[in-house]
DNA sequence: AGTAAAAAAGACCTTAAAATCTTTTATAAT
DNA sequence: ATTATAAAAGATTTTAAGGTCTTTTTTACT
C-alpha cells in the first residue's frame, strides 16, 4: 500500500509533533529512535519534507526540526503522501489496468473506486496531530514512541 | 498495494479464461502479448500458479495452460493474492506501525480496518471467471486484450 | 577566533522485485 | 527414432527502494 518511506515520513512528523508538545525540538537521531527507523534514511526523509515545506529545521547547535506558525496548521496525511508517493498514487488503478477510469473502467474499477476513495478521504481527514493526540490521550499506541 | 506480480498473475488467469472460453490454450507467449507483460516473467508466475494448482500446464506441442474441472471451480482473486503476496498482505498495518490490531491499535487502525476488509471482501467476491464475463459482455476493458 | 553540534549534501552500498538468458525435460507429430 | 514445440528449471542481470558512510555547511556557545 504505502511505501516503507512514507510510514517513516508519516511516523517522523508525528513524532516531531510530540516531542514539540513537551517542548522539545527533536534532531533526527531522537526521531529514528522514536519511530524505530535508520537514523541516516531519517535523515534523508526529513531533507525531503522540510525541502517541501511540511516543516523546518535548523542547523548546528540546539538545532532540529519543528513546526512554524504555518506549518502548525494541520498537516494533512493527504499532503504527506502526494509529496513520498507522487500524485498518480491516488488515481492509479488498483490492477495495474491501464487507462482505467470511469470512462474505460477496468473490471475492478467500480467496485475498487469507492474503496480507493475511502482511504483517500481517511488521508484527507486526519492530520499529523490528530494523530498525535491519539497518541497522548492513550487511545492508540505508536510502537516504541508509547513506550 | 498489489505488487506487480500479482498484477500480472491475475491477469494472466483472465486471459487463460478468455482463450480457453474460445477453445484455445494459451502458452506464454500467448498470455504475456494478451496482458503486455514481458514473456519470461509471465512464464515464471505461470509456474508458480500452477505449482500452486489453480491451473495445470502441459509440455510439449500443443502445449500450454488452462483450468481442469476442479479448478474450473472459481477462483478467487482472494486465492491469487494469497499466494502471490502471502498471507500477511491481510493483516498488517496500513501504516506500518508494529504490533498492530484490534487490541493494539495504531493510530489509524480504526479507520482503516474497514476500508481494508472491503478491500478484502471484494477479493472473497470476484473471480477470475467473474473478471472474464464482464471483459466478455463488454462492460469492462483489460487493455491489449480487448482491442 | 575557535570549537562543538547539528542538518545538508553527495557518494556509495545492499536488498528485493522485476526481468532476461540458457539449458533441460516433456509431449506430439512425422 | 527424429524433430519440432512448449513448459520447467536454473542462473544471471537490471532496476528501484531502502539504507549507509563521508564531507560540507550552518549555528551557537565559549
Tied chains: 1, 2.
Aim: aromatic share 10%; with cysteine; glycine share 6%.
Amino acid at each position: 500500500m504505502l511505501s516503507k518511506t512514507t510510514e517513516y515520513a508519516i511516523r517522523a512528523l508525528v513524532s516531531v509533533e510530540l516531542n514539540s508538545r513537551k517542548g522539545q525540538r527533536p534532531g533526527f537521531k531522537t526521531i529514528a529512535r522514536d519511530i524505530d527507523a535508520p537514523e541516516q534514511y531519517v535523515a534523508k526523509i526529513m531533507q525531503t519534507l522540510t525541502r517541501f515545506k511540511l516543516l523546518k529545521s535548523v542547523r548546528g547547535r540546539g538545532g532540529g526540526f519543528f513546526f512554524t506558525e504555518d506549518n502548525q496548521q494541520d498537516i494533512f496525511l493527504y499532503d504527506v503522501v502526494w509529496i513520498m508517493e507522487g500524485k498518480t498514487f491516488f488515481t492509479r488503478c488498483g490492477f495495474g489496468f491501464k487507462h482505467c477510469d470511469a470512462n474505460n473502467p477496468c473490471p475492478l474499477h467500480n467496485e475498487y473506486e469507492p474503496i480507493r476513495e475511502a482511504f483517500t478521504q481517511l488521508l484527507k481527514k486526519e492530520t499529523i496531530r490528530s494523530l498525535a493526540t491519539k497518541i497522548e490521550k492513550g487511545e492508540a499506541v505508536l510502537s516504541r514512541l508509547s513506550v
